[in-house]
C-alpha cells in the first residue's frame, strides 16, 4: 500500500504541490491547511478499510493497484464518500475528487515541493524496516539461560487456590 505522507513540517505553504496537483489533474486533490502555526497537507490516506469505497451507491470507488481509485466517469456526485473520509480528503464540485496517486506516476505534489516535505511511501516497506530494527535490537539483548518459571502467569498464579 503506498500513500503521501509528511516528511517533515518545513511547508510554508507555498502552495506549490497544490498547483502541480491542480496543472496535472485539472482540480486540486491536497489541500494545506493550517493548525498551531504548523502547515499540514490533506490527502488520501488511501485506507484498506476505505469508508469512502463503502458508501460510494454507484461503485466508482475500488482498490486498484494498492491504492484508492475513483473513477470520476462513474461518480454521480453525491457527496456520501466526502462524509465518510475520516480525513476530510474528499473534495466535491460537479463530481467527487481525491487523490489517486497519479495513476501510477511520480505525484506531482511530491515532485514540486522544494522543501521536501511530501514523500510517496510504500507502508509495508516501512513496517518491514521497523521489524528489521526490532530485530536487530532483539538479537543482541542478554537473556536469563536458568530454565526456572519466571514468567508473569507463574508469579501471578503460584499462590493461587481454586474455590469449591
Request: aromatic share 4%.
Amino acid at each position: 500500500m503506498k500513500k503521501i505522507i509528511m516528511a517533515n513540517y518545513n511547508c510554508d505553504n507555498c502552495g506549490d504541490c497544490v498547483k502541480a496537483c491542480m496543472e496535472k489533474n485539472k482540480v486540486g486533490r491536497i489541500a494545506i491547511m493550517e493548525k498551531d502555526g504548523k502547515y499540514i497537507p490533506i490527502i488520501c490516506q488511501h485506507c484498506a478499510s476505505a469508508p469512502c469505497k463503502e458508501v460510494c451507491p454507484v461503485s466508482a470507488i475500488e482498490h486498484k493497484d494498492g491504492y484508492v481509485y475513483l473513477n470520476e466517469e462513474v461518480c454521480i456526485g453525491c457527496g456520501l464518500c466526502a462524509l465518510a473520509c475520516p480525513f476530510g480528503a474528499i473534495t466535491l464540485d460537479d463530481k467527487a475528487y481525491k487523490c489517486i496517486l497519479c495513476n501510477g506516476d511520480e505525484p506531482a505534489c511530491v515532485k514540486a515541493c522544494s522543501k521536501r516535505c511530501l514523500e510517496l511511501v510504500d507502508v509495508n516497506e516501512l513496517i518491514f524496516a521497523k521489524r528489521d530494527n526490532s530485530l536487530n535490537l532483539f538479537s543482541k539483548m542478554t537473556l536469563p539461560t536458568q530454565k526456572t518459571d519466571n514468567s508473569l502467569i507463574s508469579k501471578i498464579t503460584v499462590n493461587a487456590k481454586v474455590q469449591p
